[in-house]
């Protein structure tokens, strides 16, 4: 493509993530619990950062690391190892980079930060932003005006918004919808503040305010409705092996994004999208989780090479992800590098 644009543009903050997998049982005060796996890497908005990278997405990253060992490590893996642009992200001295340690049980997780506010905001970051083929953002009560300068330089907005801990669900929010070309929230937010009793119900409000409107449900799947070309599309999710939770909803928006710069039909990309963040909780930590264009033509060539031993409902999800013949890269890229247990140690 004659177009030298980001494909992504980011800004958020960034963690170092230690995730600790296979735990049976929560931990109670005074006991200790050995785990079966771990994992460490970024975390964050890293998570959004990699699985844009991994396929293939010219991605541009404004974030804050610290002056430390964790900054260090997680710019590293960002910037040599996964090919995501840094050049708006800042090195903050005497700043500790934020730290989070996950325990992850089952299809959820419990989660332990250390971290304080950075010394840049994402306004100070972005600045006047450069032009992009899209954004993908966080909605927060407090507009950023970065994104509304984004949206003004032609930048397609793909927004998703967090649990708002006030539980007041302000519905003035929702008036930032008219800078954003999509909105990607799960089904507790989107009826939350659309004051909807289903995600059907709720995607149908969200349908009048933005272009495209996504509701994901979990282990329920994904439903959607596309303003621009009139579809509407409900898939399932895969039935997977939870290992880690983590990132699974930044994976989901990433691949959505991916595929709609592909021009993709709306149920392919709600597909695609569900396949990714069904893909990355196989393994541990959010970002190096995300299975790129390689973990997605490892997980087609084993469905497609067994036709006499598939079941049932697997010769039924080859038919369903069939456009992937004709969607994955003649070369997927090498294998993609998970989530280590320790950091690597450092050259001298």
Known sequence: MDDDRPDVLLTGLLFYDLVLTGLGRPPTPG???WTAGMGCGPGGIANLAVAASR??????????????FYGEYCRDVLDDQEGVDLSLSRTADG?????????????????????TEPPYSQDTLMGDPPEARTALVHLEAEPREWIAKAAANGTHVYADVGWDPTQQWSTDLLDQLKLCHAFLPNETEAMAYTRTDSAVAALGTLSELVPVAVVTRGGDGAVAVDQTTGEYADVPALDIDVLDATGAGDVFGASFVAASLGGWPLEERLRFAVLAAGLSVRHPGGALAAPGWYGVDRWWRSLSAADRELSSADRELKTAYGFLSDRIPADPGPPVRYAPVTPPARQL
């Open 31 to 33: 006991e200790e619990i």
């Open 95 to 115: 700043w500790p980079t934020p730290v989070t340690v996950s325990l992850a049980q089952g299809h959820d997780r419990a989660l332990v930060t250390h971290g």
């Open 55 to 68: 396929f293939g997405l010219r991605t541009s990253l404004a974030t804050v690391f610290g002056d430390d």
